[in-house]
């Protein structure tokens, strides 16, 4: 059964740091997903990283993908306050069907 | 384009009732994925839906059933609600069945309370 671990869990830091958030899965998969939850709503697709190597900004977010060592990274660069909130990564199930989901990291930028 | 649907956005149910949540997918969407997210977890993947038949199914018990109609609109029904059944539940569609490369759009959600 299909594992993802987010570490940190969560992430209180200082505007204008720059911090990263990881993301393992335990099995094969080609492609990984980042969302963002801000309290009491739903989920904003950040970026879909679709095969090893893949790199995607937007933003002071950066995401990465390295399908051998099964991580993916969420760096967040000079970090500014409207960046709070949970992120999420997620993977495809062995069927292929829906996504498996970590526990999230809950981010919070003081300034 | 119209962005995923769901209704209501809050309902609050006694334990042991039966409850029906609706999505309407986006435009074009013919995909609809159903995710229970408990208070600080993340989302857990019911069912999909995919051409108005399920096309796969997690860990939830029989209780949880679903409907996909021809115009790509869903339903999620629970039978007799147990007070862990309270979360938030959305509704994702996109297109092409499975976990393509197309991305899921989330809907807004439905806080489901038992009591």
């Known amino acids: 059964e299909l594992k993802v671990e987010q570490n940190p869990l969560f992430l209180s830091m200082q505007e204008g740091k720059n911090y990263t958030i990881y993301c393992n899965y335990s099995t094969t998969s080609d492609r990984l997903y980042w969302y963002r939850q801000d309290p009491g709503k739903s989920l904003e697709s950040l970026f879909v990283?679709?095969?090893?190597?893949a790199v995607k900004q937007e933003g002071r977010l950066m995401a990465s993908l390295d399908t051998k060592a099964r991580l993916s990274t969420l760096h967040i660069t000079a970090a500014v306050h409207d960046l709070s909130a949970t992120y999420f990564c997620?993977?495809?199930?062995?069927?292929?069907?829906?996504?498996?989901f970590g526990k999230g990291t809950h981010l919070i930028i003081q300034p | 384009e119209t962005g995923v649907t769901q209704s209501p956005t809050h309902l609050i149910k006694t334990r042991g009732q039966q409850v029906t949540l609706r999505c309407s997918s986006q435009s074009g969407h013919n995909t609809v994925s159903w995710y229970q997210q408990a208070l600080g977890q993340g989302p857990q993947f019911i069912f999909q839906?995919?051409?108005?038949?399920?096309?796969g199914r997690g860990n939830f018990p029989p209780r949880f059933s679903g409907l996909q109609f021809p115009n790509y609109s869903s339903e999620l029904n629970v039978n007799a609600l147990e007070l862990d059944d309270s979360a938030l539940y959305l509704c994702?569609?996109?297109?092409?069945?499975?976990?393509?490369?197309?991305?899921?759009?989330f809907g807004p959600g439905t806080r489901l309370t038992v009591t």
């Open positions: 990283l679709l095969s090893n190597g």
């Open positions: 997620a993977a495809p199930r062995r069927g292929a069907d829906g996504l498996t």
């Open positions: 839906y995919y051409r108005e038949e399920e096309n």
């Open positions: 994702a569609s996109s297109l092409g069945g499975g976990t393509s490369i197309y991305e899921q759009y």
